[in-house]
Structure formats: structure tokens, C-alpha cells
């Protein structure tokens, strides 16, 4: 999360990273960018694991 919220952070002239500059906005952001990765992850984990076929997956989930 820390390395992702960076990229939001202003630096001053020197670099480093001014600290209070990420906004509450950013770091919903971030989160939310987070969350989706993981779920995206544990939904490849379930599918491999359990081996089960990926279109009916999606397909109960509303992805066509």
C-alpha cells in the first residue's frame, strides 16, 4: 500500500517525500485498487485450486 500511495505523494525539491500529501481521495483510490487485485487473486487461487471452469465462474459472477 505504501509503495502504491507513493506514487501520489508530492516531493520537494531535494526528493523526499513531503508526508501529508497523499489525500484521503488518493488513498481510497489505492485501497479500492487493492482490494480488487486481491479479490481478482483469490478468484484465480479458487479456480485453480478447485479446478473448476472458469466461464461458469464468470458467468455466475456477471462476467460474460
Do not use: P, T, W
Request: charge should be negative; glycine fraction near 4%.
Amino acid at each position: 500500500r505504501e509503495q502504491m500511495l507513493n506514487e501520489y505523494r508530492q516531493k520537494d525539491e531535494s526528493g523526499a517525500y513531503i508526508s501529508d500529501s497523499v489525500s484521503e481521495e488518493d488513498k481510497a483510490f489505492v485501497d479500492k485498487q487493492i482490494a480488487v487485485i486481491s479479490n481478482a487473486s483469490l478468484a484465480g487461487d479458487y479456480a485453480q485450486n478447485n479446478l473448476i471452469d472458469i466461464r461458469a465462474y464468470n458467468q455466475a459472477s456477471g462476467r460474460n
